[in-house]
């Protein structure tokens, strides 16, 4: 009985410790928070499309031949006019020289006999006819050398090359793809807006891109060309503008979602993109304010949202300009909740 006793009192004494630390206020959750702000923005026609190199094709070759040096690794920068690669030129090389001998032999002949015209020793058909065979040899010269001067294949412009498909020493038939060439630094966007946008946009207007590969980036550029016709199927028209491509994150065939800027502002309300939260009821941001006892608490403020331009999202209601809400911490609160405040050095804020 006595044993039983103990055994009783000491949990009843361990329930009792366990409600007395549950009783007890839990300590307030840190944070850090920023405020919503009111900016200037311009609205845009949102539409999506397609990055297209400004100047792109596949390298073949004009004349079929052994491949003898590769002069590019795959994924170099390449200037108009280097060599990419050489073929087998040894049979060219010698039909030159033999197209030159002629062309020389030519040559004294037609000087030999426009010297004997003058005199009469020949007639006005042999220098006629020796005119002709040095033109001849001349042009047979020429044919020859364009014809060796294609064993060499050059960059056509300046751009990015992408994997070599050939392999020293391999035979390639003519127009065999040697490698792919892209001008990537400016680049394009390609895309469609309905026939009823067609007056809201104009070449020079501003262009901001966002793609899947850097979703966190955004490429700025402007309208630069607008078709003359719409689509009769579709109603739409092809607008295409440049974009500024520094470090060649834009690849050619990439979805490209584009926001075309319009000339006049709208006053909006912004937070930064990262103090959104969402679950299946929408989106929310943790908005900090003071309950009855002055303790500051945290509120789940559901949003509607809008554009997002450069890291900060349009609120289109739900919260008014300066209110404060949380930037950091935001994973393990929950609403009610009792915060304090740090600043931006991590340390706590003074009231």
């Not at 207007?205 to 579709?234: H, K, L, R, W």
Request: proline letters at 5%; hydrophobic letters at 35%; a negative charge.
């Amino acid at each position: 009985g006595v044993v039983l006793g103990g055994i009783f009192g000491y949990k009843f004494y361990q329930f009792g410790q366990m409600e007395k630390q549950l009783s007890q206020p839990q300590p307030p959750a840190k944070i850090s928070v920023t405020q919503a702000s009111e900016e200037s923005w311009q609205p845009a026609i949102k539409a999506v499309g397609s990055i297209e190199a400004i100047n792109g094709i596949e390298v073949a070759n004009e004349v079929p031949g052994v491949v003898e040096t590769i002069n590019f690794e795959s994924g170099d920068t390449v200037s108009k006019g280097d060599v990419l690669i050489r073929l087998d030129a040894e049979i060219d090389e010698a039909a030159l020289r033999t197209r030159r001998a002629e062309a020389q032999l030519a040559e004294q002949e037609f000087r030999r006999i426009a010297d004997l015209l003058p005199k009469r020793a020949v007639s006005q058909s042999q220098y006629d006819e020796a005119k002709a065979n040095y033109d001849a040899a001349r042009a047979r010269v020429n044919e020859a050398e364009a014809q060796l001067s294609k064993k060499v294949i050059r960059a056509p412009f300046d751009g990015t090359l992408g994997i070599r498909m050939v392999d020293q020493g391999e035979y390639i038939a003519t127009g065999t793809p040697i490698v792919e060439i892209n001008m990537l630094n400016p680049i394009y966007v390609d895309y469609t807006l309905s026939e009823k946008s067609l007056p809201e946009v104009e070449i020079g207007y501003p262009v901001s891109v966002t793609v899947a590969a850097v979703p966190e980036q955004t490429f700025t550029g402007e309208v630069s060309a607008i078709n003359t016709s719409v689509n009769p199927e579709s109603r739409t028209v092809r607008i295409r503008a440049t974009l500024d491509n520094q470090g060649n994150l834009l690849r050619p065939g990439m979805f490209a979602t584009i926001q075309t800027g319009q000339p006049r502002e709208n006053r909006v309300v912004t937070v930064p993109r990262t103090a959104i939260s969402y679950n299946t009821y929408g989106d929310f941001v943790f908005l900090v304010e003071k309950n009855d006892k002055g303790s500051l608490v945290v509120k789940r403020q559901t949003i509607t949202t809008g554009e997002v331009r450069d890291g900060r999202t349009e609120v289109i209601s739900g919260l008014k300009a300066g209110d404060t809400i949380v930037s950091k911490g935001l994973l393990r609160l929950r609403a009610g909740q009792r915060v304090e405040i740090l600043d931006e050095s991590g340390q706590e804020a003074s009231e």
